[in-house]
């Protein structure tokens, strides 16, 4: 029988390895439960505009991690309308993504954190860290044969 040896990158001897994640269920919860508690006057500047954002809806887990879903609850409740999710990825400074008939005049807001890359700022609707929950799994496919 061959004797298993630790992978370099594994924290324990025994071939466990801890991984962080976002629970995207408990943090959504949190975060819906955070902007309930802000006044109308809060969510006006969302009236009668299109969210984006680069968090996505992931069909194969079941999850959603995108907040838009959320605050289109909650500004519902404030009866503030809004109008639809635009993807915030952009392609020579122009929103990749849209649909064909899209109004050209439309007031796009962007709800995420801050991307460098595109040069996006942090938005105050976005979630926060205090929101954030996070799960501790286990993995113990860091074990290798020695041959």
Same mark, same amino acid.
């Given at each position: ?33 955070? /902007? ?11 009236? &009668? *505009? !299109?969210?984006?954002?680069?968090? =996505? #809806? ?21 009866? /503030? ?11 020579? &400074? *122009? !929103?990749?993504?849209?649909?064909? =008939? #899209? ?45």
């Amino acid at each position: 029988m061959a004797k298993r040896m630790r992978h370099p990158n594994c924290a324990r001897s025994d071939g466990v390895r801890f991984r962080k994640q976002v629970d995207w269920v408990q943090t959504l919860e949190n975060y819906e439960n955070r /902007i309930a508690k802000y006044p109308k006057s809060f969510f006006l500047e969302l009236d &009668g *505009s !299109y969210l984006s954002d680069y968090m =996505k #809806f992931h069909g194969s887990h079941g999850y959603c991690s995108s907040p838009i879903p959320s605050l289109e609850k909650v500004c519902l409740s404030h009866n /503030i309308h809004i109008l639809g999710h635009v993807p915030a990825n952009k392609k020579n &400074g *122009s !929103y990749a993504y849209l649909p064909e =008939k #899209f109004p050209e005049n439309a007031k796009i807001i962007y709800v995420g954190h801050a991307n460098y890359i595109t040069d996006q700022k942090d938005s105050r609707f976005a979630v926060s860290k205090k929101d954030k929950v996070w799960t501790i799994t286990t993995t113990t496919h860091c074990l290798s044969r020695e041959i």
